[in-house]
């Protein structure tokens, strides 16, 4: 129900309109002058304001300006008499959305009212429109056939359509949000909001901002009302990532909505009831953070309704190629590429590794792979190197410093000795390319090549690289 505040100093308008509004359906305040408003504005949002332009005290400009200030989604309409129209028009240039001439015809407020609202649902449609269309999925986007992802996709297809909190639970980078999504968009609520949020990235103070909003002035940068996601998600679904990783104080006030359906805004008087589902996901064992205290008992039922555990990659090894088929279509037309097939010896290399990072490491090997492979196919050395560079550089340095100390010089030597190695042969020992991907200059690349003396075998009488007979182009020092 969209909310209207009334501003007008004569007692039998402010009474007409407000009739007129509420049999049409519209929640309605009112107030006798623009001062009046002011308060109530910085205490409320409103979906519309409605004020004459003349009043005591505060006018109806003032009033303007203190919905720009407070709550810029708020429209205003303004109501004159014939003489003042021009302060009216410009009170449009000062961002009112329409005026009202006395004396108005009833119809004409209604077909004005309803307009201004219908353009500001369209607003916000368009908005969760651009959300669907950026991140939004349906189970049918959900990629895998093995036994476990297939008992997933049961559950998901059991519980969407209830009205229950679900707890996702699973390693990082095996997609939660995308079960999540998967979940919603299958649900009565697939044309509704769908909001994420990160529970870890925001110290409290602003977690709390984000989840429940704040009015004006409630804290240092409150410049405005600010509606919070819970109030954007309404009707619709919000997803709670790393809920593990909430705040204290901020798992009370989720608690509340759980069970009450209402919360305040920070530095707000009014509850606000909201109508969404929950769905939570973390990495994190609840039962063991309920245990040592740093997570709610009772918000760990609440929300743990109907658990979903998603497996880790390394359990589901044939939805690989699956996925890798998937990754080498996006990043064909991401990357302008036509990579059309992977060696049976590259799928193999990939199937064995261990995916410390599940779906989201493989994407980024993909990715990796992808943009520096130049066929049309990825071979066993494109993996190989791509998996092994980050356990290469591992083994170049000690797991930690022992008590007897180590030689830095020659850790950092045999990194640097490893690395000028791997350049090398990827590029199939053309130094130029090879000085490139470790962003030197020739004279500083060759001088650590004589330094390690890495020399590429050449027959006797054959003649020098074209590298070695380049000018250099970079200073002297190494």
């Known amino acids: 129900m969209e909310k209207i505040l009334v501003v007008d100093d004569e007692k039998s308008m402010r009474d007409f309109l407000s009739i007129m509004l509420k049999k049409e359906g519209y929640s309605v305040t009112t107030a006798e002058d623009g001062e009046v408003a002011g308060r109530l504005i910085r205490k409320e949002i409103f979906d519309l304001v409605m004020t004459d332009v003349k009043m005591p005290k505060v006018n109806g400009l003032g009033v303007l300006k203190t919905v720009k200030e407070t709550s810029p989604d708020t429209l205003v309409l303004m109501i004159t008499a014939f003489a003042s129209t021009e302060t009216a028009i410009e009170a449009i240039k000062e961002g009112a959305y329409d005026y009202l001439t006395k004396p108005f015809q009833i119809e004409e407020v209604k077909l004005i009212i309803h307009n201004a609202l219908e353009k500001k649902r369209l607003r916000a449609e368009n908005q969760l429109l651009k959300r669907k269309v950026k991140g939004g999925a349906t189970i049918e986007d959900i990629i895998g056939r093995s036994g476990a992802m297939q008992s997933v996709m049961q559950v998901v297809k059991k519980v969407a359509d209830t009205q229950s909190n679900i707890l996702i639970l699973g390693e990082s980078g095996t997609g939660k949000e995308l079960i999540a999504q998967a979940i919603h968009s299958n649900s009565q609520r697939k044309d509704k909001p769908f909001v994420t949020v990160n529970c870890s990235a925001l110290p409290e103070p602003l977690l709390e901002s984000e989840l429940f909003g704040h009015m004006k002035g409630s804290f240092t940068g409150a410049h405005v009302n600010k509606p919070g996601l819970f109030e954007t998600a309404h009707e ?23 069970e009450e359906k209402e919360f305040r805004r920070i530095g707000g008087t009014q509850n606000i009831r909201v109508d969404v589902r929950i769905i939570a996901a973390t990495n994190k064992d609840l039962e063991k953070a309920v245990a040592d205290g740093t997570f709610r008992e009772d918000l760990y039922y609440r929300l743990d309704v109907i658990p979903i555990h998603l497996p880790p990659l390394r359990d589901r090894v044939e939805d690989i190629p699956l996925l890798v088929r998937h990754f080498l279509t996006i990043m064909n037309q991401g990357m302008n590429k036509k990579v059309r097939t992977v060696a049976p010896e590259a799928m193999k290399a990939l199937q064995a590794h261990p995916w410390r990072g599940n779906v989201r490491e493989l994407e980024n090997v993909i990715e990796r792979v992808m943009a520096l492979t130049t066929g049309d196919s990825i071979e066993i050395n494109d993996v190989t190197d791509c998996l092994q560079k980050p356990a290469a550089l591992k083994e170049s340095m000690p797991a930690s410093l022992p ?57 006797p009488g054959a003649p020098p690289d074209e590298d070695d007979m380049d000018s250099d182009d970079g200073p002297d020092t190494p």
């Open 403 to 459: 008590p007897e100390g180590v030689d830095l010089d020659k850790v950092i030597g045999d990194l640097e000795k490893a690395l000028l190695l791997k350049a090398l042969e990827r590029t199939n020992w053309v130094k130029r390319d090879a000085a490139k991907l470790l962003q030197l200059n020739m004279r500083s690349f060759r001088y650590r090549l004589e330094k390690h003396g890495l020399r590429k075998h050449r027959e």
């Open 236 to 258: 619709g679904t919000i997803f709670l990532d790393e809920i593990g990783d909430t705040p204290s104080g901020i798992q009370a006030k989720l608690l509340r909505v759980l």
